[in-house]
């Protein structure tokens, strides 16, 4: 289920940062990129209004997605809405450490949405670190 939920997210991330992608650079002197998809530091530069429209994006794109998947967020499921989120994501990226705030915004999401639903904060720690380690290998790889 991890791996598909992984790839799920990965393709999710991609499709939503695909145009901004377009316009900003991806190198490696860029800390607002992971593997192609923003992460927390281009999170804390976004004022409200470009959040809002991230996470809407993001749940509009998440409600045509199966169930099954593991990918879609359900906000019936962690009875919460895009407020909710973007403050969840916003207090993750405000006490995350260096290391965490390299996870991309979509992941951050999702884990927040999974919070939200019970899954327990040491699941989705080793989680974290888990995903930032396999964007790693992936952009080491990209060199």
């Not at 923003?38 to 809002?52: H, L, P, V, Y």
């Amino acid at each position: 289920m991890q791996v598909r939920l992984t790839t799920c997210l990965l393709l999710l991330s991609a499709l939503l940062t695909r145009t901004a992608t377009a316009q900003q650079p991806r190198r490696g002197t860029d800390a607002r990129w992971t593997a192609g998809m923003m992460n927390g530091f281009m999170w804390r530069q976004m004022d409200e209004s470009a959040k809002i429209y991230y996470v809407a994006g993001v749940l509009e794109l998440s409600s045509t997605l199966e169930p099954k998947t593991g990918a879609a967020i359900d906000v019936n499921k962690c009875k919460c809405n895009a407020g909710d989120l973007i403050a969840g994501v916003d207090a993750f990226y405000q006490g995350a450490n260096e290391h965490f705030v390299r996870l991309p915004v979509a992941m951050a999401l999702s884990m927040d949405a999974e919070r939200r639903s019970g899954v327990p904060l040491e699941k989705l720690g080793a989680f974290y670190t888990a995903m930032l380690k396999g964007l790693e290998a992936t952009e080491a790889n990209q060199k």
